[in-house]
């Protein structure tokens, strides 16, 4: 449905995603990890910006979500912070800095809310960390969850396949999303688990279900920037639509460049002083 111009430039909320939901428009999230990436896909018009732990993949080159730490986090939400007007922006908590420790929790969102000036936290995970995000809600810090496939879990998975597809795992994602919208959550990613389930927990719940390989019954979509934009071509998951080949025009112009340079052709004369 289309919205109109005013609607688009205000600033969006935990509780303007609450009302998208209401009357049925969608919410578009994607990645970001730097002020000028941030910058465009705000400028852009999306509505949701986050800075996710999988900077630990696309920006420093681990092959998990797990090394990144919370002070990288905070590097990064800062600089995306920097170029964005619109949109929510919200920000991973990274592995260990929030699973089994509610105190060291809040005091992990508490940074990443002061030092980075970001608007919400993202935490994985269902009634494990229930104290976790009773006691970072308790500060006043708005808290999305996300629940399904949790790559930060990868070594107890051993695998990154689709999740709840038995009954006794999709039963507990129902009761995992149902426990963490009634504490207090604002959204839930649904990651990697089958469409049906996904449009349940959507229509069961009040608050936004965002998805990400969960199927098209949902409230929105989140996609990685640089899987989306072709930067990242090692990563075909089935749930993945790429909208552009990044990575060829990036290798063409460079290489361009570089015969450029080699033939004496850069810099010509109107390109010196």
């Known amino acids: 449905m289309s919205t109109n111009t005013i609607d688009n430039n205000r600033k969006v909320t935990t509780r303007r995603l609450v009302e998208m939901k ?9 990645t970001a990890y730097d002020y000028s990436s941030a910058k465009i896909i705000d400028e852009a018009g999306m509505d949701v910006i986050l800075v996710g732990d999988s900077a630990s993949n696309v920006m420093a080159g681990n092959t998990t979500t797990l090394p990144i730490t919370l002070d990288q986090m905070i590097y990064h939400a800062k600089s995306v912070m920097k170029g964005v007007k619109r949109a929510l922006v919200v920000v991973d908590l990274p592995f260990g800095t929030y699973q089994g420790n509610s105190k060291e929790a809040l005091a992990s969102a508490v940074r990443i809310m002061k030092e980075s000036h970001a608007e919400a936290v993202k935490l994985e995970g269902g009634a494990e960390i229930k104290e976790s995000v009773e006691r970072i809600l308790s500060a006043g810090i708005p808290v999305m969850g996300h629940l399904g496939l949790t790559p930060q879990s990868i070594n107890k998975f051993g695998t990154y396949n689709v999740r709840a597809k038995e009954k006794e795992e999709a039963d507990k994602l129902i009761a995992d999303a149902k426990l963490l919208e009634e504490i207090g959550c604002f959204a839930i990613v649904l990651e990697k688990i089958p469409a049906k389930l996904a449009a349940k927990v959507a229509k069961e719940l009040t608050i936004p279900i965002i998805g990400i390989g969960a199927g098209g019954g949902v409230d929105g979509q989140v996609l990685v920037m640089h899987d989306m934009l072709g930067i990242n071509k090692g990563f075909s998951p089935r749930f993945l639509r790429r909208y552009a080949d990044l990575a060829g025009i990036m290798t063409d ?15 010509n004369e109107q390109e010196s002083y």
């Open 22 to 30: 209401h009357r049925g428009e969608k919410i578009s999230m994607l």
């Open 253 to 267: 112009a460079v290489q361009n460049y570089i015969s450029d340079v080699k033939s004496g052709d850069f810099p």
